[in-house]
């Protein structure tokens, strides 16, 4: 009965997550979907420690104080951290969920018994396939989102470094991963277990390493999916039903948006996969030296304000600066004016999948009026003004006709179709891409020098 009761209540928490990622797909749905996940996750948790079983006080207490001091720093976090920071956070989230499904294998190992798949010195088959792929999958995931951690917070460039040989580097690491994980399984050696440890951490650096931050969005998804494999291979070896399908879910999906992002980017998703292989790394042009049209923000408000329609393009700039309750600010005292206002969202704009719509939410700015690229990119032709606020590489038109630029091919938004471009930007340095925007240069392009919140809120004061 216990078993019943319990196989029944995992049903309904995978339920509830698979509800909580439907509603998570739209933003007038996503804190309904939130609050189902969280549900969800609350019902998973105590049904696993209701099978348990646990009797001994020393142990509960242990339990309640993990998760005390877990869901006190969780807390901390949640109430201090930028949503700019999002990305990094996000990235160093999964890393915990690798190093997680790291130490269950380990303890596992060590503890067979505990786990039910065996006795000491002689665990089944199966559970030593699915323990050696959760630490395989789980240690590069851990290893790969440091670097991706690292590459977002500025603690290390976000250029790719390429190291020498990397493809055949990586092709013989996992060879050797492979190997390993063969004769772990037929003859159990300790060291054989860790050192398939030490070559996925070191395999997950030499993956992730190579790509550029351009390629950050992809990687972050990537890495998404990479910690829910890892989830559900442990979840294999534990027999837990709820660890299987939030793995499952969390992989599978993880995996589709890398390939929309891919897509989005005209990036090989094979290629971004396996950390650049086969790809060119983009190489920064020359900087420009051609005169630009400078304006100011009288300038920027008298032409919008006499607009029929404005098009608000956000990108990164805007996450650095905070600007987006300025933005919306702004938004409002134009459609007081008359002004149609839209918002238009890059797939990937910003460091991470989604980055600018929670931005936006964030500001309240009505979710009626944010469009995706394939929804907006026929209206710029007939839009008097693009107002661009930070975003570069997403709106270079050397995406469309310039085939030796990196970017070439690449789904960008048409922004120099519009009557007239104002583009925010602190000076005129290359996107993150590395790569200059000949939308700079343009005949109807306005070049507005200067912090974007600040730019921002001096347009909105000449707005009256």
Known sequence: MKADLAALAYLVSGVLFILALRGLSSPVTSRAGNNRGMLGMAIAVVTTLWVANVVDQLTWGMIVVGIGIGGL??????RRIAMTQMPQLVAAFHSLVGLAAVLVAGAALYSPSAYGIGSEGAIHTQSLIEMSLGLAIGAITFAGSLIAFAKLNGNMSGAPIILPARHLLNLLIFAAIVALIVFFVMHQPYWAFWTIAGLSFVFGITMIIPIGGADMPVVISMLNSYS????????????????????????SSGAILSYI?????????????????????????????RPVKQGSADDAAFIMKNAGSVIIVPGYGMAVAQAQHAVREMADKLKKEGVKVSYAIHPVAGRMPGHMNVLLAEANVPYDEVFELEDINS?????????????????NPAAKSNPQSPIFGMPVLDVEKA??????????????????????????????????????????????
């Open 379 to 395: 209206a710029f032709a007939q839009t008097d003004v693009a107002y661009v606020i930070g975003a570069n590489d997403v709106t």
């Open 419 to 464: 009557k007239t471009v104002l583009f925010v930007k602190r000076g005129m340095g290359s996107g993150y891409a590395g790569i200059e925007n000949e939308l700079f240069y343009r005949d109807n392009t306005m070049m507005l020098f200067g912090d974007a919140k600040k730019m921002t809120e001096e347009i909105v004061k000449a707005l009256g």
């Open 73 to 78: 720093i969780g807390a901390i976090i949640a």
């Open 228 to 251: 829910g494999w890892a989830a559900a291979g442990i979840g294999f070896t534990l027999e837990n039903t709820a660890l299987i399908i939030t793995g499952a879910l969390v992989g």
């Open 261 to 289: 992002m891919c897509k989005g980017m005209n990036r090989s998703f094979i290629s971004v996969i396996l950390g650049g292989f086969g790809g060119e790394v983009a190489v920064a042009g020359k900087a420009e030296t």
